[in-house]
């Protein structure tokens, strides 16, 4: 087994949040990590979780405190036993009024019983997400995260590692800017490919990782769904090209985006004849493999129901999203995230999308053989290896280490 499968994988430059795949933070509390440090204050709301049980959480990129404490929106996240991970900005910890409502957000929540997940994201001009490249950066953001923590004694349980290409697209907290047009945009990523600086992002991303655990906190780390091929071909291609080292590390958890809605706009791009059974077999082999390497400690984030940083397509109806679950649930995958509250929360029938993605993980359905999808993920088995290959003949200089 290679060294650069140790490394791992991790995949398209698609800048969808997804922080996803946080719900198996919940799972962190097996690991014991709480008692890492005396100080840290104990949690009212505790993250609920068995390995046995499937879990459910949904990511809040954009909402508001209000939009998210809106008293039948809570009912229905209680309901349905539903983490939740809403995103952490910069004004929320740099500023008295942003620290305050951040607290209000926490305490209102932790009154109801509804357990939430940190998903930090760094300003705008930092480029949002950890990176190969912004390693250092993340690293002094996570110092800020745990002094607000500190002085409101809100408990920290698990963080959601958001690793992807730097993202520098302009925009407020509410959403990004509409592009002037569309396009992968793989050039300045194929770009930012090196094994050196992979290497340095590798060690630079442990040390984050310790931070977190002597905080008491688990470590979730995320992955496009590509990285799967990875996984497969025993290399670090994908990976490389995303954003840095995700399966090359021990992390607590692992979340992987696969967003069914956006793959099949991609694909049906592509190919005219695409359906939506082909998207879906294609999740499936993704997802099988995702579940080999990781069983429980993975889980997929699926969606989307709101464009996101990646202007991506979205579903509108619960059963298109349930359909994808069911096909992941059969794959092996238990855990799932849905991207995201705000599109659910703004839908004719919030209740339908959570219902029908709780009912989905009690009924998985093996998907039926799809040629094409099948020839699609054979095309990238073939440009994997090639990735691999071309990423040794690129160099680009590599960020400021940790210390």
Known sequence: MSADFKEGAGMRKKRMARCGLVTLAAAGMLLGLGSARAEVPQAQTPLRFSADKPQLLVTAE????DELT??????????????VAPCIRDYQLETEDGQKELDRLFTIYEGAGIPIVFWPLTPRPDGLYLNKLAGKTFYDYIDRIYAWADQYQHPIQAMILDIEPLNFQ????????????????LGPVIKAMDPKCFKQAK??????????????TIAISTAL????MDIVMHVSAWEDMSGGPTMGIDWDYVSFMNFGSNNQKFF???????KLEDTRYLSYKLGKAIYRKYGNKGAISTGQTLPGEGHGAIYTDPAELAADISVLRAAGIMHFAIYDLQGIAQSENPEAWLQAAREAQTQPIKPAFRFKAWMIYQVFKKLTLILEVARFSVHHPCSEPIP
């Open 268 to 274: 049906s791009g592509l190919l005219k004849s695409w």
């Open 225 to 228: 769904d590509y990285a799967a």
């Open 170 to 185: 302009s925009g407020d907290y509410r959403s990004p800017d509409q592009p002037e047009s569309e396009g992968l945009g």
């Open 70 to 83: 809106e008293p039948s929106l809570m009912a229905l996240l209680r309901k349905y036993d539903i983490l």
């Open 62 to 65: 954009y909402m508001t405190v």
């Open 203 to 216: 060690r630079d991303f442990i040390k984050i990782q310790e931070k977190l655990h002597a905080h008491g």
